[in-house]
């Protein structure tokens, strides 16, 4: 079992930087990879960078060149450097994790950006 609990989130205005924090717990040695998705009422929920165990990172082009992925391993914590952000980035943000016995998703943390 992995638990993961996002922070960070909050009300800013477009333009500004926000950085989100992913916490994992549990069977952390079994995690693959873990994901940042992001949900807004009006979209259904979509991917927004990956980062693997190894260290490779991918982004949505929605968000490349402005969203950085990384890790602290010894704090079992992936981070989401959001700047530049857009209204259109406003969304509830989840973090999944990729393990060998299945997938797990924390609770989320409301993004909100202001035009």
């Known amino acids: 079992q992995v638990q993961l609990v996002e922070s960070g989130g909050g009300l800013l205005q477009a333009g500004r930087s926000l950085r989100l924090s992913c916490a994992a717990s549990g069977s952390t040695v079994s995690i693959n990879v873990i994901q940042w998705y992001r949900q807004s009422p009006r979209k259904q929920r979509e991917w927004v960078a990956s980062?693997?165990?190894?260290?490779?990172?991918n982004s949505a082009d929605s968000v490349k060149g402005r969203f950085t992925i990384s890790r602290d391993a010894a704090k079992n914590t992936v981070y989401l450097q959001m700047n530049s952000l857009k209204s259109e980035d406003t969304g509830v943000y989840y973090c999944?994790?990729?393990?060998?016995?299945?997938?797990?998703w924390g609770q989320g943390t409301q993004v909100t950006v202001s035009s």
């Open positions: 999944r994790a990729f393990t060998t016995n299945g997938n797990y």
């Open positions: 980062i693997t165990a190894a260290g490779t990172t």
